[in-house]
Structures are given as structure tokens and as C-alpha cells.
């Protein structure tokens, strides 16, 4: 090696050092401009959140929000066919879905045959009855858990079910 090769060696090492130095430091300020950046939530995830959300969220959201749940509960009821066809037949109801408490006096219910039990709940008038056994009274479940029968059918029944104890 002659004096100009050793030159041009000791320049080229200190050129490919320079640039080794070069990368490692380029390579940590790339590092440090990521922590910089405020990570974006990916939009698809958002979305999915959102509707995920949307059923409970949807029904506290307000005016709006009430206005369709009442809209989602009435097209619900609405898309019920009415029990038992729709008959009004108050004895049929009864032994359906009525006596199952009624007549035996499960969870406290008022039985049937059994006036004394009666007499105060009279007392209120049939259209409270008829209102109680719609929505539901304590452990009595509204429209005694059919939710299918009509208002109407329930009147019916509750009509019945008076008649009977006044017998
Ligand atoms: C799961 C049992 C159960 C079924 C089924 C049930 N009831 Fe009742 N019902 C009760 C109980 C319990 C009460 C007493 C509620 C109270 O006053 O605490 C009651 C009370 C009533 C009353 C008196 C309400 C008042 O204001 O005093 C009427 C009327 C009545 N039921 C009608 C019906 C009719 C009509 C049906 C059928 C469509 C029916 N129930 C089905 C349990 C039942």
C-alpha cells in the first residue's frame, strides 16, 4: 500500500463511521417523532363500538332516544298476535293464564272462589282493577304475564273474574 492508498483507506473508514453514526442517530429521532404522535383509533373499531353501544345508549339519548325506543316497543306489541286468537272469551283467558295464581293462591294472589278476599280490592272499583291487572301489581305480573293479550281481553277477564266473586 502506497501513501495515497492509506490516505484514501483512513478517509473512506472515517467516511462509513460517519455514516454508521448517521443512521443510529437518525434512527432514535425517528423514535422520538412516533412518542410524539397521538395514535388514531382506527375508524372500522369505532364504528363497531358505536353500534355495539347503540341498543342500551340509544334509549337514554333523550328526547329522540325515548321517542324511538317508544316506537321500537309499540312495533313490538303491534307484531304480537293476540292471544288465543284474539277471542273474547274471559273463562278461556282465565283457565289459561289467570288460574295458574288464581285458583290456587300462588305468591299470595287473591283467590277466586274466596269472596272475603275480595271484598276490599272490590272496593277500588272495576277500572283500577282492570288498570292493576294490565300493568301489574306487586307479584301479580302485568296482564298476568301475557304479555300477548290484549287490553281488552284482560278487561274482559277481570269482568269475569268479578262476576264471579259477587256471585
Ligand atoms: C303469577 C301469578 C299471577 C297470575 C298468572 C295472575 N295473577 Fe292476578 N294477582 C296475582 C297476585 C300475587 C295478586 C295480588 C297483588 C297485590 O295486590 O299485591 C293479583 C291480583 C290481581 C287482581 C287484583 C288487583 C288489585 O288491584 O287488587 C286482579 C284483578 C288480577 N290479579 C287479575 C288477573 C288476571 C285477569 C290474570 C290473568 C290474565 C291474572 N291476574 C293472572 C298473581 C297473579
Known sequence: MDHEDSVFMKRFSLLIVGLMVFTVVIIFYALYLHGQLVPSENPIREEVKLARIQPSAGVYAGETGRAEAAAAAAAQTAALPAA????????????????????????????????????????????????????????????????????????????????????
Open 84 to 167: 288465543y286468537g284474539g277471542r273474547m272469551d274471559p273463562q278461556e283467558i282465565y283457565n289459561g293464564v289467570c288460574a295458574a295464581c288464581h285458583a290456587t293462591g300462588a305468591a299470595g294472589s287473591p283467590v277466586l272462589n274466596e269472596p272475603s278476599q275480595w271484598t276490599s280490592r272490590l272496593a277500588q272499583g272495576v277500572d283500577t282493577l282492570v288498570s292493576n291487572a294490565v300493568n301489574g301489581i306487586n307479584l301479580m305480573p302485568a296482564k298476568g304475564g301475557r304479555a300477548d293479550l290484549t287490553d281488552d281481553q284482560v278487561r274482559v277477564t277481570v269482568e269475569w273474574m268479578v262476576e264471579q266473586v259477587q256471585q
